[in-house]
C-alpha cells in the first residue's frame, strides 16, 4: 500500500465556497431564510431543509462535490446539481428527517472495497474465513467513499476506511457479538488505545508492550490504520483523532458497566452514553480525509464541539433505529433509545420508536442551527468546507445505514 503522502488539495475551499464565506455573514443579518422545498426525489415527509440563522448562505440540503481525479491536483470544481439518489435499495425510515445523496462512485466505491479487504486479510489476519461474508456485507467501501467524497485520492478515503474497520473490530471482538464482554472490558480497552496514543515506558519494559499489539486482530488493526493515519494527518490532526478515541472508549465502558449492573439508564443518560458510545471520530477527521487542515484553534472552539457532537449524536440514533431489529434479535437486552424510552416513559413499542424518530429529528436541526450559526460568524474558508464535510459525512452515514439491507430491516410500526 502507497504512503498516502501529502494532500494535491489546497488549503481553502473551492472557488464557489470561497465566495459563499465572503457574503455568509450579510446574508444571515438578512434574517431567517424560508424553509427549502422538499427535494423531488424525496418522499413528501422528508423536510426540505433547515431554516434559521445562517442557512440562506449554508445549504445542508447537499449536492455531492465533484472528486479530484485520483493523483491530479488542483481545486474542486463546482458540482453539477445532483442525480436523484437511488431507490434500488432499502428504504427510510417514515418520518426521519434527512438529505437524500446520489450513490456513490462505483468505480471509486470498488477500489476502496478491494483494498479493505486485501489489508484486513493480508496486512492484519482481522477475521477468520467464516466471517468473511460478514466482512463483505458490511459494504464499508461504500459507506466510506459516500461520506467522503471530497477526499482527493483512494488512499486519502482508505485512511478513513480502515479507521472504521478497525473500531468495528474493537466492537465486536470486546464488547459485542464475536467474543465481547463487560466483564474485564476496561482492560482490554486501555491495551488497545495504547496501539493509537503509544506508551512511553523503559526499555525493560517497552518490548512487552510492542509485541502485545499484535496479540489479537483488533490491536493488530488499530495499530496499522493508525500508522497510516498519522503518516497523512498533522500531529494536531492525529491528538484530535486519539481524544476521540478515548471519548469513544469511556462510552463503551458506561454502557459495559450498567450491563454488568443491570442497569437501565434514564433516557437522558443514556444520551449522555451515547455522546461518547457514538461515530463522533469518524466527522472529526473529515479534513485530514479531504486533504487539508482545520486549526487546531478553530476546532477547538466550543462551537465547532457543539457542530461535531450533535452531529455524532444525531447519526448515532440513526443507527440505533436502523439497527432496532436486529438487536432485538440478539440475546439479552441490547441498550438503544427505543427501548429506553419504551422502559423509562412507559411506552409502547411503536411509540417508543416513533419518539426515538423525533429526538433525532431534533438533533438534526440542532446540528444544522448551530453548523450555521458557525459559519455565520466564522466564515473561514477551511471553518466552512469543515462544516460541508462534516454535513456530507452526516448524509452518507444515513445513506449506508437506509441501503445496507444485509444487516437492517425496519421494523413493522407504519
Not at 493523483?71 to 438529505?99: K, M, Q, V
Request: contains cysteine.
Amino acid at each position: 500500500m502507497p504512503d498516502p503522502g501529502s494532500s494535491p488539495l489546497p488549503t481553502g475551499l473551492p472557488a464557489p465556497a470561497a465566495r459563499l464565506g465572503a457574503d455568509v455573514l450579510a446574508r444571515a443579518l438578512a434574517g431567517p431564510a424560508a424553509e427549502a422545498p422538499a427535494p423531488e426525489a424525496a418522499p413528501r415527509w422528508i423536510p426540505g431543509g433547515p431554516s434559521g440563522l445562517g442557512t440562506a448562505s449554508v445549504s445542508f440540503a447537499r449536492p455531492a462535490p465533484v472528486p479530484v481525479p485520483d493523483g491530479e491536483p488542483g481545486p474542486l470544481t463546482e458540482p453539477e446539481p445532483p442525480a436523484a439518489p437511488s431507490a434500488a435499495e432499502g428504504r427510510p425510515i417514515p418520518g426521519l428527517y434527512f438529505h437524500p445523496i446520489p450513490d456513490p462512485d462505483p468505480a471509486r466505491v470498488d477500489e476502496v472495497s478491494r483494498r479493505i479487504k486485501d489489508w484486513a486479510v493480508d496486512e492484519v489476519q482481522l477475521y477468520p474465513e467464516e466471517w468473511e461474508g460478514q466482512f463483505d456485507g458490511f459494504s464499508v467501501g461504500r459507506y466510506m467513499v459516500a461520506c467522503h467524497p471530497d477526499a482527493p485520492t483512494v488512499d486519502h478515503v482508505m485512511l478513513a476506511t480502515r479507521l472504521m474497520v478497525a473500531e468495528n473490530a474493537v466492537d465486536d471482538c470486546y464488547c459485542e457479538d464475536h467474543g465481547g464482554s463487560p466483564i474485564g472490558l476496561g482492560g482490554r480497552l486501555l491495551m488497545a488505545h495504547t496501539a493509537l496514543d503509544p506508551l512511553h515506558t523503559t526499555p525493560e519494559y517497552a518490548p512487552g508492550w510492542a509485541e502485545s499489539l499484535g496479540s489479537d486482530a483488533p490491536r493488530r488493526a488499530y495499530r496499522s490504520a493508525m500508522e497510516y493515519f498519522v503518516r497523512a494527518a498533522s500531529p494536531s490532526q492525529a491528538d484530535r483523532f486519539r481524544h476521540d478515541m478515548a471519548r469513544l472508549h469511556m462510552g463503551y465502558l458506561a454502557e459495559a458497566a450498567w450491563a454488568e449492573t443491570g442497569h437501565m439508564p434514564e433516557v437522558w443518560e443514556y444520551l449522555a452514553m451515547r455522546q461518547f458510545n457514538n461515530f463522533r471520530p469518524c466527522p472529526t477527521i473529515t479534513d485530514t480525509v479531504g486533504g487539508y487542515e482545520l486549526p487546531a484553534d478553530l476546532h477547538a472552539r466550543p462551537e465547532t464541539q457543539r457542530v461535531i457532537a450533535l452531529a455524532g449524536n444525531a447519526t448515532t440514533i440513526v443507527n440505533d433505529l436502523y439497527s432496532y431489529t436486529k438487536e432485538l434479535a440478539s440475546p439479552g437486552t441490547h441498550l438503544n433509545l427505543p427501548v429506553v424510552l419504551a422502559e423509562r416513559e412507559k411506552l409502547s413499542e411503536r411509540d417508543a420508536y416513533l419518539k426515538a424518530v423525533e429526538v433525532h429529528n431534533d438533533l438534526m436541526h440542532a446540528f444544522e442551527a448551530a453548523a450555521a450559526e458557525l459559519a455565520a460568524t466564522c466564515p473561514v474558508p477551511t471553518m466552512l468546507r469543515f462544516l460541508k464535510g462534516v454535513a456530507t459525512w452526516v448524509d452518507g452515514n444515513h445513506y449506508w445505514h437506509q441501503t445496507n439491507t444485509f444487516r437492517y430491516s425496519l421494523p413493522d410500526f407504519w
